[in-house]
């Protein structure tokens, strides 16, 4: 980890041993003025947390788990649409450094032979409808072994090391990230969001397939078509009807 450079994209990386949740310490620090960027990386976490208030195992050495602070200027709507940004520079990260097929599953999960092996969490703070700030948390499931998740986590969850056969180098994959993140937004900055959509869309394998949503509002069965501009994702109903999902667990057929 010590390898890890300062660059004119991430000015400060903090380096910790164990932490709650390193989007506790990232949004603290980001109060205090940190500036975009900012990049916080733990060794282990004892509260790492997931979407929808779920647990994420995060133990001492075996992975990454790190927040960045983002200070977009851009409307507090489309503060999912870096969340899609960051699933996909992450995507091409890891085929970058090793021969991996990775596919994302909507929003944001990367996915291994329909295994998961890293998730993305987007935290934005605002103030009064603005953006003030965005910590994304992104984990990924580097060198964990078999017996590193609970059993119950086994059928759905993979890491690059058990992929590969062979464990990989966590600052590779970090710098790898900040590398290719740097690229998508900056493109993002010059160009919107389409040609991210394109990208994402193009490593998804949650689109044209009939599926199972689990909204906080209930099931909805349909399939998927595509992102509108917040990021939602486009669901056709049976009745040719579209509706956009904000949030949702999906169930895809296998295979
Ligand atoms: C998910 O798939 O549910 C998102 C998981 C995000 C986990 C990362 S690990 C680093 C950062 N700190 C946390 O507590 N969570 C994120």
Redesign the pocket.
Same mark, same amino acid.
């Given at each position: 980890m010590e390898k890890l450079k300062e660059s004119s994209f991430v000015p400060s990386i903090k380096l910790l041993d164990a932490v709650d &949740?390193? *989007?506790n310490i990232a949004q603290r620090m980001a109060e205090e003025g940190a500036p975009e960027g900012t990049l916080v990386i733990a060794e282990q *976490?004892t509260? !790492? %947390? #997931?979407? /929808?208030g %779920?647990h @994420?195992v &995060?133990p001492p050495g075996k992975g990454v @788990? /790190? &927040?960045m602070v983002l200070r977009p200027e851009i409307p507090l709507q489309f503060a999912p649409q870096l969340t899609l940004l960051a699933a996909v520079a992450l995507s091409r990260a890891l085929m970058a450094i090793a021969p991996l097929d990775i596919g994302i599953k909507w929003p944001?999960?990367l996915l291994i032979g329909g295994k998961?092996i &890293? !998730?993305?969490?987007l935290e934005s703070t605002a103030e009064d409808e603005r953006l003030r700030y965005v910590v994304a #948390?992104? #984990?990924i499931s580097v060198n964990l072994e078999e017996t590193d998740y609970p059993p119950e986590l086994l059928e759905a969850a993979t890491s690059l090391r058990i992929a590969l056969g062979r464990p990989l180098e966590r600052s590779e994959v970090i710098a790898a990230f900040i590398s290719q993140f740097q690229q998508l937004y900056t493109l993002y900055h010059k160009e919107g969001f389409a040609p991210i959509r394109s990208l994402w869309e193009a490593r998804s394998i949650t689109l044209h397939k009939q599926a199972r949503l689990v909204t906080p509002s209930g099931v909805v069965e349909g399939t998927p078509v595509g992102l509108d501009d917040r990021g939602a994702l486009l669901v056709k109903l049976a009745g040719g009807e579209i509706i956009p999902v904000f949030s949702a667990d999906i169930k895809l057929p296998a295979g």
């Open positions: &949740s390193t *989007q *976490q509260k !790492g %947390r #997931g979407r /929808m %779920r @994420w &995060s @788990w /790190m &927040s944001n999960d998961k &890293s !998730g993305i969490l #948390g992104i #984990g």
